[in-house]
């Protein structure tokens, strides 16, 4: 008896006859259609004589092979269409780029930059030399530079600038406390009357600053529009004097009551009512926020 582990090999006579005995062969004939030399197939062949879905899936390959080189030999052997034009440009470059020639360099047309104005010299940078922001200058309180720029032909004094409430260079003035920028706006055609966006004067905004002396240079300096600034009114409907009772700057609202008295014109009572109000609407949120 053999042991376990050793295994008898298979005759390769036997082993033949077991295949054709389960594979059973036919179409041996080599005059049948379906006969391939070399091949044997035990199926029957279909419509187009391939046995199996590979024969046929390589036929279908080997003619689109075919085909795609059928067709590169069609556009290689087909002339190619070029006009004119296309042929002339196709020497000029062959010339061109062949041979290139060194070319002498010619000076531009123009002037000269000897001959060109100043301004227009090379070299020349326009950012050099920036464009001023008056409004910045203001608030600065450069002076040196308002006294250079700001005329009254500049016609900068009284438009609205910055952000809201947007005012007049004026108002800025008022609420930066330059006695010498306002002077200077004043004598250059600087408009006293002129509103921002919250109807405000330039001597309300100097009322609410808490400045004296600018209140009184700007109700004083022209007497013939004295009571028409003290008559103006904001947005919310308050004069100068109210403002001088809201905030209680007791020195600007002794100051207003005179020139009243001077103008021969008094406070009505609801406005006096609205401004002891003001005031003590005032006092209470300085209570609660200290």
């Known amino acids: 008896m053999p042991s376990k582990g050793i295994h008898k090999k298979k005759s390769k006579s ?3 006859k077991s295949h054709k005995k389960r594979h059973g062969h036919q179409n041996n004939n080599p005059e049948s259609p379906s ?22 899936k390589r036929a279908k390959a080997q003619e689109a092979r075919a085909a795609i080189v059928a067709a590169q030999r069609d556009k290689i ?13 196709i020497t000029h470059n062959r010339r061109k780029f062949t041979n ?27 950012d050099d030399h920036k464009p001023i922001s008056l409004f910045d200058v203001v608030r600065r309180g450069d002076f040196k530079v308002i006294k250079k720029t700001l005329t009254a032909k500049t ?16 108002h800025v003035a008022c609420q930066c406390s330059s006695e010498e920028i306002i002077k200077h706006m004043l004598q250059n ?4 009357h002129a509103r921002d966006d919250l109807g405000r004067t330039p001597l309300m905004v ?30 919310e409907n308050l004069t100068a004097v109210q403002i001088a009772m809201q905030y209680d700057e007791q020195k600007i609202r002794s100051f207003y009551i005179n020139h009243l008295k001077l103008e021969g014109m008094e406070m009505s009572a609801d406005d006096r009512t609205i401004g002891v109000a003001l005031a003590a609407h005032e006092k209470e949120k300085r209570t609660l926020y200290t």
């Open 14 to 16: 036997k082993h033949k």
């Open 35 to 56: 006969h391939v030399p070399g091949k044997k197939w035990k199926t029957e062949p279909d419509e187009d004589g391939h046995h199996t879905h590979v024969s046929r």
């Open 77 to 89: 052997l087909v002339p190619q269409k070029i006009s004119a034009l296309h042929k002339q440009a």
């Open 100 to 126: 290139p020639e060194k070319k002498k360099r010619v000076r531009a047309l123009g002037p000269r930059p000897s001959d060109l104005p100043p301004r227009l010299k090379l070299g020349f940078r326009y």
């Open 155 to 170: 016609n900068e004094i009284n438009r609205p600038q910055g952000q809201y409430p947007r005012g007049t260079l004026l």
């Open 189 to 192: 055609e600087g408009d006293v």
């Open 206 to 235: 100097a009322t609410r600053r808490g400045e004296v002396n600018i209140v009184k240079l700007l109700l004083t300096y022209d007497v013939k529009e004295k009571k028409k600034q003290l008559e103006a009114r904001n947005e």
